[in-house]
């Protein structure tokens, strides 16, 4: 029999009032009797809907079945098995459009909370359990990763479960990629991220740091070192801007380096080597995850902050969760609105930023609403500090030191399937770098995807032409 209750079992939180004044997780894991309880309102439907949404495939009724009986451990194997950063994936994935979206719970109420349960089964491993590497079969060949985010940190442990040397290079001096630079600690701790890490140096998995590909080493060396395939997961690390005045101003900050000097170079703390800005009045424009992660920083750090997005709340595509987290924890939101010029004093700091109404109009290439100024509707509001947080595009670096990968019109890696195969042979690409700015499961989709294609290409003598 399972459990008809209609709504998720509730998650506790930090109280905002509190959680403004540190940076420690806000969201808390189930306890066990609360993770049951949740895991008992899933009906176990035949024909499995939510595994569908998974982009790694997780066998998602099966694990849940195993939190039922109270089988944590075995919940934790289950999940393990199609998915190598699970604690990760548990808080940060937006379950909301993927699994928990197919979830027939959700028709005639809310979905079963799937991340929820799978962050419970990943906190109670590492809480209980020893730390155990699969066995290993060493086959003899050698592949190289390059970037140490969602992407490149999956495909680095399926194939080292397959047998392989894997060596990942990171441009940064910590690996984890996004989930240390980008995402703040009261999302996603760090120490849930070394553990991961760790987890995949534990099996094998050799990381080398201060190692930009591009730079240090080219492709071509690469596979001088004996390396035999080459996944290009750098990631999507340019910001993008949005070409107003004043965007030169002091107090004017891309999102990229705001977060990662808060995530990565613990600029928050008092006694930090690499300071960051703190503005009295914060805005920040973007409507995204990235978005609110800046906002939420600049919160913590003392700011009256502002959210600045072009259209309605409807279509804001941060996730439902941190945008109300943001709004508890007193951020504004100025739906409606874009900048149209930075205001700087005579000594080159902002002051303000102007921005004009907007009204919706015909959908546009993303199926949303085309934003529409409305002429004459110019407001200022008062701001001592700018965040841009507009998305991303991939670092050239990578692509500049070879002429055989064929580049996308956004700076992007062209890769020619759901393989990752690139025009290159041997080489392999996936994630942000391939797709542009996306989410981490995606990521990790990619990697999997990409190991299982290079695995046939260096086992199986598949030919390249048959990636065409």
Known sequence: MYNKQVEKTPCGTQDPQKRIHNFDEVAFTYTEEEAVNEASRCINCKNSPCVSGCPVGIKIPEFISKIKERNFKEAYSVISEDSALP???????????????????????????????????????????????PEIKENGHKVAVVGSGPSGLTAAGELRKMGYEVSIFEALHEAGGVLVYGIPAFRLPKDIVKKEIDALINMGVKIELNVVIGRTLTVDELFNKGFEAIYIAGGAGSPKFMGIPGEGLKGVLSANEYLTRINLMRAYKPDSHTPILRGKHVSVVGGGNVAMDAARCARRLGAEVSVIYRRSREELPARQEEVEHAEEEGIEFHFLQNPVKIIGDENGWVTGVECVHMQLGEPDSSGRRRPVPIEGSETVLKTDTFILALGTSPNPLISKTTDALNITRYGGIEAKDQSGATSRKGVFAGGDIVTGSATVILAMGAGKRAAKAIDEYIMQGKEWDAFE
Not at 115 to 129: I, S, T, V
């Open 87 to 133: 604690a990760i994936c548990g808080r940060v994935c937006p379950q909301e459009t993927q699994c928990e979206q197919k979830c027939v719970r959700g028709i005639k109420g809310e979905s079963v909370g799937i991340g929820r349960l799978e962050r419970f089964a990943a906190d109670w491993h590492m809480k209980n359990e020893e730390v155990s590497n």
